[in-house]
C-alpha cells in the first residue's frame, strides 16, 4: 500500500478486556514506532521498532500493554485488562531505517473506546 | 528532560492574513524539529522538518518554519492563510538515537472567511 494503514479504525471495548491494535507500515521501512493521543493533547511515544525487535519500549505505560512485529513488518499493541483510561487514539508510524530527522509517516489510527 | 511547549492552544484568523504558530523545545542535544498538521479524521502529515543547515526551512502548502537555537523556539509561518489550512498543528523534537518524537500539546487552527 502507499501509506502506513491501521486496522481496527473504531474498537469498542468493556473494561478488563483484551485488545489488538494492528499496523501496516509502509513497504520496506524498517523502523515502526507506536503512539497515543489522548483527547486534546499531542501523541505521546509508546515503543518502537528496528526490525523485529523493540529497540524502545520506555512509553509503555506499565506491563499490561505489549507490542509484537514477529516478521520485521506488520506490528501488533496488544492491551490486557483494559481501563477506561487507555480511551486514546493509538497511532502507529513507519520511517525508512529509524536514522535521526527521518520523515515518520503516520497511519489514520485507531480510536479505542474502553466502556 | 525533553520537552515541547505550544503556547497557543487555539488561534482564530481571518482567510488570507498571516499566521505564526509559537514552539519552544527543551533538549540538551542539537535538536531535530517538525511540524506535523491533522485534520480531521486524517493522520499526522509532516509540513516540515530542520535538521541541520539552513535555519529557515520551507514545507509544503506554503508553510515555513525559522529554528533559532538562542531562542529554543522553531516558530511555523505562512503569509496568508487558507480557509483548508484550519486543522491542528503539532510541533515535535525527535530524541535520542531511536528519533522518538516528543510532540507538544498542540494548536487548534480556526480561519473565518
Known amino acids: 500500500g502507499a501509506g502506513v494503514s491501521q486496522t481496527p479504525s473504531n474498537k469498542v471495548t468493556e473494561k478488563g478486556k483484551y485488545v489488538e491494535l494492528r499496523c501496516d507500515p509502509i513497504?520496506?521501512?524498517?523502523?515502526l514506532y507506536w503512539y497515543r493521543q489522548s483527547l486534546g493533547q499531542g501523541p505521546e511515544f509508546l515503543i518502537y521498532?528496528?526490525?523485529?525487535?523493540?529497540?524502545?519500549d520506555s512509553g509503555l505505560p506499565n506491563d499490561r500493554f505489549f507490542a509484537v512485529r514477529p516478521e520485521g513488518s506488520v506490528s501488533t499493541l496488544k492491551i490486557q485488562r483494559t481501563e477506561r483510561g487507555d480511551s486514546a487514539v493509538y497511532l502507529c508510524?513507519?520511517?525508512?531505517?529509524?536514522?535521526?530527522?527521518?520523515?515518520?509517516?503516520f497511519g489514520p489510527g485507531t480510536r479505542l473506546l474502553v466502556l | 528532560a525533553q520537552s515541547v511547549t505550544q503556547p497557543d492552544i487555539h488561534i482564530t484568523v481571518s482567510e488570507g492574513a498571516s499566521l505564526e504558530l509559537r514552539c519552544n523545545y527543551s533538549?540538551?542535544?542539537?535538536?531535530?524539529l517538525f511540524w506535523y498538521v491533522q485534520s480531521p479524521g486524517q493522520g499526522l502529515q509532516l509540513l516540515l522538518k530542520?535538521?541541520?543547515?539552513?535555519?529557515l526551512v520551507q514545507g509544503i502548502k506554503g508553510f515555513e518554519a525559522e529554528f533559532k537555537r538562542s531562542q529554543s523556539s522553531f516558530n511555523l509561518r505562512k503569509p496568508s492563510v487558507h480557509w483548508s489550512d484550519a486543522a491542528e498543528y503539532f510541533c515535535?523534537?525527535?530524541?535520542?538515537?531511536?528519533?522518538?518524537?516528543?510532540f507538544g500539546t498542540g494548536t487548534r487552527l480556526q480561519v473565518f472567511p
Open positions: 508510524a513507519s520511517s525508512l531505517s529509524g536514522q535521526a530527522g527521518e520523515t515518520q509517516y
Open positions: 513497504s520496506g521501512h524498517t523502523a
Open positions: 521498532f528496528q526490525g523485529t525487535g523493540a529497540a524502545d
Open positions: 533538549y540538551g542535544a542539537t535538536p531535530y
Open positions: 530542520y535538521f541541520s543547515g539552513d535555519t
Open positions: 515535535a523534537v525527535g530524541v535520542g538515537n531511536t528519533d522518538k518524537l516528543i
